[in-house]
C-alpha cells in the first residue's frame, strides 16, 4: 500500500489562510490504513483547523468528506458538487488524490495535507516499512523474495558494498544489509547459485514516467477514444 | 605496457599509495604529497570523494600525478556519476595518459556532507568493471562503437574481513569473473586472518595481485574509532596497547613502525604481491613508513 504522513499544521493552515469556507477531503484507503489521511484523520485536521482560525481571531467554515478512493474518479463524482462551493479543497490522500481531484474540480485550488512517501508492507501496529520501487523489471524471484533495490540504499545487484557490517547496513545501523538478507535466505533455500551470476545493469529506459498503462482488453477503446 | 600493469606483472612486490584530493583549489599541499612520494611508489591513487565530501574530482587530480610524472590509479565510484558520466571519464582518462582504474561502488551520500544530493548508483562497482572491459573491446554500455577502444589495468577492492563474509566474497567472485587485474583491499591488521583469505583469492584466482591495505595508525583514540565506526576493519588490541605505549606526542611515530612492520612481514614472507598504503590526511609519511619496512 501506498504510505504518506500527515503534513504539518502550520504548513497546511497556510495554504488556505485566507479561505472562508473549505473542505478537507479524505481517502478511505491506504492512507486510512497508514492513520494518516482517512475519516479520523480528516476528522482531527479539520478541528484543528477551525481552532487555528479561531486563535488567529478569524472563521473558517470546514466541511469534511471521506471518499472511499481518490485515485478513482467514481467515487470522487458524488462529492465533486459540494466541493466547488468551497474556496479550496485540502486533500488528505496520497499525491495521486489530490492529482485527481485537482482534474476534476479545475476551477478549485487542491492543496495536499500529506506527504506520500513509499509504497510498504505493514510490519507491526503503527510500523510501515518500504520494500518495493517499482522499478517495473522485478528480480525478486532470484533474490529469495527480498528486493535489493529497495532495501539496499544503492540498490545495488550484485552483492553488498563495503559499508554492510554484521547485518546492517552502513547508511544507519537500523537498516539491515538487504545483501545479507538475501544471501542467508538463498543459503537456507539452497538456492546461492541464483546470486553467483552477474546481474545486467538495470533498465531505466523501462521507466520514463509519466508511464500509462492500457490493459490489453482495453487498447482497442482506448484506441477508438484517441481518434474521436 | 603500462607503467603499473608493468609493476604488478614483473612478480616484484607492488607499492600504491593514496592521496585524497583537497577540498578547494588550493593544491600546494598535494603537490607536496606527489612530489614526496612519486619515485616511492609504483602508482599513486586519486580517492573520488572520499566519504562522500565533494573535493577536487578525481580525474584532475590523476592528470596532475600523470603531469608530475608519477603513475596514477583513478578511483572511480558509483555515487556521484551515471553510466554515461563514468564512460565519458574514462574515455578522458586515456587521452590524459591516465591507464590504470579502481571501481568501487562508493559510500552512500548520508556519510558526506552533501546529505541532499541525489545518490546515482546507476551501475555499481561489477557492473562498473565489465563497462571497462566492454569500452576496451571498442564498444560502449549502450552498445554503440567508440572509434577507437580504450586501455584500462582495471582494480576493485575487496573487504577480507568482512563480517559477515559470505556475501563479500560472493561479490569477489562476480568481480573477477567481470575481468579485475588488482585488487587493493581495505585495512588489515590480523596478517594471520589475511592469509586465509589470500588462501581463498588464490584459489578463485591466481593471476589477480593482491595489494593488502595499510592504513596508518595515528593513535589509541583513532584505532578504537576505526573498530566502533568503520565496517571491515578490525584493530587488535594488541596493537592498540602498542599505540598507547608509545612517548606523548610520539603515537604516529608508533603508527607509520606498526604499518613499516607489517609491510615488511607480507613481503618478507610472501603473503600478497605488494601494499596499498592509506596515510590518511598525513600522505608525506608514505616514504617514512616505507623506510620502517625497510624499502
Known amino acids: 500500500m501506498i504510505v504518506a504522513e500527515r503534513k504539518p499544521l502550520g504548513e497546511i493552515r497556510e495554504m488556505v489562510k485566507d479561505c472562508k469556507k473549505i473542505m478537507v477531503m479524505g481517502c478511505g484507503t491506504c492512507v486510512a490504513v497508514c492513520m494518516a489521511g482517512g475519516e479520523k484523520e480528516v476528522e482531527l485536521l479539520a478541528s484543528q483547523l477551525r481552532l487555528a482560525a479561531r486563535k488567529e481571531g478569524k472563521s473558517i467554515e470546514v466541511i469534511e468528506e471521506t471518499v472511499t478512493r481518490q485515485c478513482d474518479r467514481e467515487y470522487m463524482e458524488p462529492v465533486l458538487d459540494k466541493a466547488r462551493e468551497c474556496e479550496a479543497v485540502i486533500s488528505t490522500a496520497c499525491g495521486l488524490g489530490v492529482q485527481l481531484l485537482s482534474d476534476l474540480i479545475e476551477e478549485i485550488p487542491v492543496y495536499p495535507g500529506l506527504n506520500t512517501r513509499f509504497i510498504g508492507t505493514n510490519e507491526a501496529e503503527g510500523v510501515w516499512k518500504e520494500r518495493c520501487m517499482m522499478c517495473g523489471n522485478c528480480i525478486l524471484g532470484q533474490t529469495g523474495g527480498i528486493c535489493p533495490i529497495a532495501i539496499c540504499p544503492k540498490g545495488l545487484v550484485n552483492g553488498p558494498c563495503g559499508g554492510t557490517n554484521k547485518g546492517k547496513c552502513e547508511v544507519s545501523p537500523n537498516k539491515d544489509c538487504a545483501w545479507t538478507l538475501i544471501y542467508n535466505r538463498l543459503e537456507k533455500q539452497g538456492k546461492l547459485d541464483n546470486i553467483r551470476q552477474i546481474f545486467p545493469p538495470k533498465k531505466f529506459g523501462l521507466h520514463v514516467n509519466p508511464i500509462t498503462q492500457v490493459n490489453p482488453a482495453y487498447q482497442h477503446a482506448q484506441m477508438e477514444e484517441g481518434h474521436a | ?295
Open chain 2, 1 to 295: 605496457m603500462p607503467k603499473f600493469k608493468e609493476a604488478l606483472n614483473s612478480g616484484k612486490f607492488v607499492i600504491t599509495a593514496e592521496v585524497g584530493p583537497p577540498k578547494g583549489t588550493d593544491i600546494t599541499e598535494t603537490l607536496e604529497n606527489i612530489d614526496r612520494i612519486k619515485n616511492k611508489v609504483d602508482a599513486i591513487n586519486s580517492t573520488d570523494n572520499q566519504s562522500s565530501v565533494m573535493r577536487i574530482a578525481s580525474l584532475a587530480t590523476c592528470s596532475i600525478i600523470r603531469q608530475k610524472g608519477g603513475e596514477p590509479i583513478l578511483q572511480m565510484t558509483c555515487r556521484d556519476r551515471n553510466r554515461m558520466g563514468l564512460e565519458s571519464d574514462l574515455l578522458g582518462a586515456n587521452i590524459l595518459g591516465i591507464d590504470n582504474v579502481l571501481c568501487l561502488t562508493g559510500d552512500y551520500i548520508s556519510v558526506g556532507d552533501h546529505l541532499d544530493a541525489k545518490p546515482v548508483f546507476d551501475i555499481d562497482s561489477v557492473q562498473l568493471v565489465q563497462m571497462v572491459r566492454m569500452m576496451e573491446q571498442g564498444m560502449d554500455i549502450g552498445g554503440n562503437k567508440l572509434n577507437a577502444p580504450v586501455h584500462f589495468c582495471c582494480g576493485a577492492i575487496v573487504t577480507p574481513e568482512a563480517n559477515p563474509i559470505g556475501p563479500q566474497l560472493m561479490k569477489y567472485e562476480k568481480k573477477v569473473k567481470a575481468g579485475i587485474e588488482f585488487v587493493q583491499t581495505q585495512a588489515i591488521y590480523d596478517i594471520d586472518n589475511f592469509k586465509k583469505f589470500m588462501e581463498y583469492a588464490r584459489k578463485v584466482n591466481s593471476n589477480v595481485k593482491i595489494l593488502a591495505g595499510i592504513v596508518l595508525l595515528t593513535g589509541a583514540g583513532m584505532a578504537k574509532y576505526m573498530n566502533a565506526n568503520v565496517p571491515g576493519i578490525v584493530v587488535p588490541d594488541a596493537l592498540i596497547e602498542e599505540l598507547k605505549s608509545a612517548e606523548k606526542g610520539k603515537a604516529v611515530q608508533k603508527g607509520i613502525e606498526i604499518a613499516g612492520r607489517m609491510i615488511k612481514r607480507l613481503k618478507d614472507e610472501k603473503i600478497c604481491d605488494g601494499v596499498h598504503i592509506m596515510a590518511i590526511g598525513r600522505e608525506g609519511v608514505v616514504p617514512d613508513i616505507l623506510a620502517a619496512a625497510g624499502l
